[in-house]
């Protein structure tokens, strides 16, 4: 005597509901969906990795028949021997990072910008979801400080530019740059 563990189609419980079989695909693949959705929603860490959603394009160029045109960023520190502006070497003042995160981070100004915010997170795309707490923003001052300090900067001042950069296709020449936005942070 065999026996066999095959379910009957009656015991089937989506065909007890009278539900559709593609919609048993629907509904597994909106559960896989909404986790990762609710934990970036109640998370102070964001998107879990690896992420089932999907990036939002950070570095998109905007173009027509003659020109494209991108943001670019750029960080600049105060020379602590002149006080001048000096540009600063991205993969060297956001190390040990990869240079990628730089868009996140100036975006972000950092999270240094910002005040303290409690509770739950506002509905907002863009921007942080808590503002750091005293001790955080000594950390990341830390470490900006000493990255600052390896470039012969002030460890208490950084300013990020955001310039939309256009490009003539023809000459392949840069035609303009043009100051989006700046913010000077500065350690308090």
């Known amino acids: 005597m065999t026996m066999s563990f095959t379910a009957k189609p009656d015991d089937d419980f989506f065909q007890r509901l009278g539900v559709y079989p ?25 998107e879990p990795y690896p ?15 003659h020109t494209f045109a991108y943001t670019a960023i750029k960080l600049f ?12 070497d991205v993969a060297k ?22 005040l303290p915010v409690y509770g739950w997170r506002r509905f907002s795309y863009g921007t942080s979801r808590y503002a750091l ?5 000594r950390e990341v001052w830390d470490w900006l400080g000493h990255n600052l300090k390896k470039q012969g900067c002030l460890a208490d001042s950084v300013i990020i530019a955001q310039s939309l950069v256009v490009i003539d296709t023809e000459s392949q020449i840069k035609s303009s740059e043009n ?6 942070l500065g350690k308090n």
């Not at 520190?77 to 600063?88: A, F, K, N």
């Not at 707490?133 to 923003?137: A, D």
């Not at 100051?179 to 000077?184: C, F, G, N, W």
């Open 22 to 46: 593609y919609l048993k695909s629907a509904l597994v693949l909106a559960l896989i969906l909404v986790v990762p959705f609710f934990v970036s929603y109640k998370s102070e860490a964001g």
């Open 51 to 65: 992420a089932v959603l999907l990036p939002g394009g950070a570095s998109l160029m905007d173009t027509d028949e």
């Open 77 to 88: 520190g105060i020379d602590s021997s002149s006080g001048r502006e000096q540009r600063l």
């Open 93 to 114: 003042t956001i190390a040990p990072l990869p240079t990628t995160h730089l868009i996140a981070l100036a975006r972000t100004s950092f999270r240094l910008d910002t």
């Open 133 to 137: 707490g005293r001790e955080q923003r």
């Open 179 to 184: 100051l989006l936005k700046e913010v000077r």
